[in-house]
């Protein structure tokens, strides 16, 4: 089992930056894709970014490349996303994912994490 506790969402304006976090416990994360998903109301949740834990390759949704960046920490297995230039549509609940398949193509990841709300003002 992987236990994924999100952090950092909130209330910020448009043009304005977040970071979230994502700490995940339980198990060895070699081999995992980490990522983050989102949804916002009345959509369906959507893949936004994911990073190979061993390798560090990165992927993104096209919507948030250039603006997000997904990176790791392996000392202290967490995953960040840094959200930079906010649009009030990047407006949902993010939800940190790990699965052993890439989560672009996954609409299940194995594991999930409580989800964390990111709300942008215009």
């Known amino acids: 089992q992987v236990q994924l506790v999100e952090s950092g969402g909130g209330l910020v304006q448009a043009g304005g930056s977040l970071r979230l976090s994502c700490a995940a416990s339980?198990?060895?994360?070699?081999?995992?894709?980490m990522g983050w998903f989102r949804q916002a109301p009345g959509k369906e949740r959507e893949f936004v970014a994911a990073?190979?834990?061993?390798?560090?390759?990165?992927d993104y949704v096209d919507s948030v490349k250039g603006r997000f960046t997904i990176s790791r920490d392996n000392a202290n297995n967490t995953v960040y996303l840094q959200m930079n230039s906010l649009k009030p549509e990047d407006t949902a609940v993010y939800y940190c994912?790990?699965?052993?398949?890439?989560?672009?193509?996954?609409?299940?990841?194995?594991?999930w994490g409580q989800g964390t709300q990111v709300t942008v003002s215009s």
């Open positions: 990073i190979w834990w061993s390798g560090g390759s990165t």
């Open positions: 339980g198990r060895t994360l070699s081999g995992y894709v």
């Open positions: 994912g790990a699965d052993l398949r890439p989560l672009r193509t996954t609409r299940l990841p194995q594991f």
